[in-house]
């Protein structure tokens, strides 16, 4: 990382003058007019020294200099020193690969739980944040050279499957499933319902769960019998299960999301009865009104902090004894370094409560157990994304709807039948939603906006998508057809090349930075600014019609390095970039 080794140089001029060298530490300049970088190191030095900062950086402006490694050393202000880095280290630094280099001195075993969709559930828009922010992060994590497990965790095992059940039940009391007799190995044919059966029943159960105190019984006894062990429950359960995991592996994998695990709270069931009894006996729990609980309060706490409820007095589990027990099992079978968990970031509360109660219980460490929680993915009317009806739009309806509006770009009046067109279109769509996402901060509500996200211009997944494409396009035309060697260049012909330059440098502190802050806006934030700089670069500098064969060359080579740059940061925003694009503004026509 160019970062870190201008770093290493500043840091011991500080050292030099008997100050710690985390003090020389550098960073981008926020006045990109004035210098590439900047340190504030004098004013932290001014503290320890007694002596005024402007005096001390001047003095270290010589030293500065001497590095070799500036052209212009600046002070500036009460004791900024701006500092502009020469094109010979620029250049020699890019061409060595020494940027390239992310070897992870510390890698850690992770798991991130994402996705976390609801069994007989069809996917909707409220599913798309905590899928692509955890997939981006998950990439990014291993990218960095982590080990990383991504978790789906399903909800499976609530009264939600009991209300199923008691509605089939009430419908079918024919079906073998509800035989106290029934065996698991017994032969009943066909599957008792399609995906889109399943899709519907499950609104009809949950409003009559709502609406009939008595069947609403019915569900809760159901529950319990399932969890209990019921054959049939548990026959009619598995098939509730497959269908769903079929029809989200549907939806997700448009998406371009996968896990390593297909888990949901079924499978900690088994450890549930485990965590309540260790925990009564080592004191931790406690009887409350007839409930188990555990007191998770704090004195510096600022607002109240209930306890957590591992069973409640009718002696049903919570979820935050399925998250508990799912902790206790992920240590136990993995042994991870961190867990994150990417959900909403409402349910705050729920995770402090978890994660406080975990570290008590001695699982694992407080710290190590993250809440990356997410902002709301609203409409134009402010309000939580919906149908143009008012409902909550389907997952699959939506990417639907983002081709459809990709086609319309193009000029399409119908899909068309081309697989490589279609194919195209897809991703140019997927792009749009995902990079329309994930480049607003994980923390903040957003507006959902496919007529802004689905543009050519401006910061979207299709304009980033058309820059790795029109440099594939200088390369396919100038007869490249593999990896260039490094040119031999000791300065810059054009700025736009300097420029360029630095901007490529930077993809292994865009990824540190995205994955240390959870924030994958910063590495969509770093794309842009990467394209941009290549589209200035495209326009002002000739590349394969270059004369000089040295500076043609060297274009070429940056031209390249910028194609693969922005494919490896799009690829870790489970993006991916067409062989060819749409070209703008000439609608039904490929890039060539």
């Not at 991870?336 to 001695?362: K, N």
């Amino acid at each position: 990382m160019v970062l870190s080794l201008v770093n290493e140089k500043v840091g011991k001029v500080f050292e030099a003058f008997g100050l710690d060298k985390s003090l020389g530490a550098v960073s981008i300049s926020n006045r990109a007019d004035l210098s590439d970088l900047q340190c504030n190191g004098a004013l932290q030095a001014a503290k320890v020294l007694k002596r005024r900062p402007l005096d001390i950086a001047h003095e270290m402006k010589g030293a500065l200099e001497n590095t070799g490694i500036f052209s212009q050393v600046t002070v500036d202000g009460p004791g900024f020193v701006n500092l502009t880095l020469s094109d010979e280290f620029i250049i020699d630094t890019f061409l060595s690969g020494k940027t390239e280099k992310r070897e992870n001195p510390a890698p850690q075993k992770i798991i991130i739980d994402y996705g976390g969709p609801n069994v007989a559930k069809p996917l909707h828009v409220g599913h798309l944040r905590s899928a692509i922010i955890g997939e981006a992060i998950k990439r990014i994590a291993r990218e960095l050279g982590h080990d990383v497990i991504a978790d789906i965790h399903m909800g499976d095992w609530g009264t939600p499957m009991g209300m199923l059940i008691a509605k089939l039940k009430d419908d079918h009391p024919e079906w073998p499933y509800f035989n106290d007799k029934f065996s698991p190995s017994d032969e009943i044919g066909k599957p008792p319902l399609s995906a889109a059966e399943l899709n519907t029943l499950y609104p009809q159960a949950a409003a009559q769960f709502k609406e009939n105190e008595a069947f609403a019984e019915k569900a809760r006894e159901a529950t319990a019998q399932l969890q209990g062990g019921h054959p049939g429950y548990r026959k009619l359960w598995r098939h509730f299960v497959d269908l769903s995991i079929e029809s989200i592996k549907i939806d997700f994998s448009a998406l371009d999301v996968d896990f390593d695990l297909w888990l949901g709270e079924s499978d900690a069931d088994a450890s549930s009865h485990e965590v309540i009894d260790g925990l009564s006996k080592a004191g931790i729990s406690e009887e409350s009104q007839g409930a188990i609980v555990i007191d998770v309060a704090r004195e510096q706490d600022k607002t109240e902090m209930p306890p957590l409820i591992l069973r409640k007095k009718d002696g049903a589990a919570t979820y935050a004894t399925t998250d508990l027990a799912t902790i206790f099992q992920r240590v136990r079978d993995y042994k991870p370094d961190r867990i994150l968990y990417v959900v909403d970031q409402r349910q705050s509360l729920h995770f402090t409560q978890v994660f406080r109660a975990a570290g008590q219980a001695g699982y694992i460490k407080e710290d190590a157990l993250e809440h990356i929680g997410f902002g709301t993915m609203n409409g134009k009317d402010g309000k939580p994304f919906k149908t143009r009806a008012g409902g909550v739009m389907r997952l699959g309806d939506l990417i639907q709807s983002a081709i459809d509006h990709a086609l319309h770009e193009a000029g399409f009046s119908a899909e068309p039948a081309d697989k490589e067109i279609k194919d195209m279109v897809a991703k140019i769509a997927v792009a749009a939603i995902k990079f329309g996402d994930l480049s607003n901060l994980r923390t903040t509500d957003y507006v959902f906006d496919l007529n802004e996200f689905i543009r050519f211009d401006g910061k979207t997944g299709p304009y980033i998508q058309y820059a790795a494409v029109r440099a594939g396009s200088v390369l396919e035309k100038a007869g490249v057809d593999e990896t260039l060697s490094a040119p031999v260049v000791k300065s810059f012909a054009n700025k736009a090349e300097r420029a360029l330059t630095l901007s490529l440098m930077g993809l292994p502190a865009a990824l540190q930075r995205s994955f240390d802050k959870r924030m994958p806006s910063d590495l969509c934030e770093y794309a842009y600014d990467l394209a941009n700089k290549f589209s200035v670069f495209y326009h002002d500098c000739p590349i394969a019609t270059e004369d000089n064969a040295e500076l043609r060359n060297f274009r070429l080579y940056l031209t390249q390095k910028t194609q693969e740059t922005l494919k490896k940061s799009l690829e870790c925003l489970a993006i991916s970039v067409p062989k060819k694009m749409l070209r703008a503004p000439k609608p039904q026509s490929l890039a060539s």
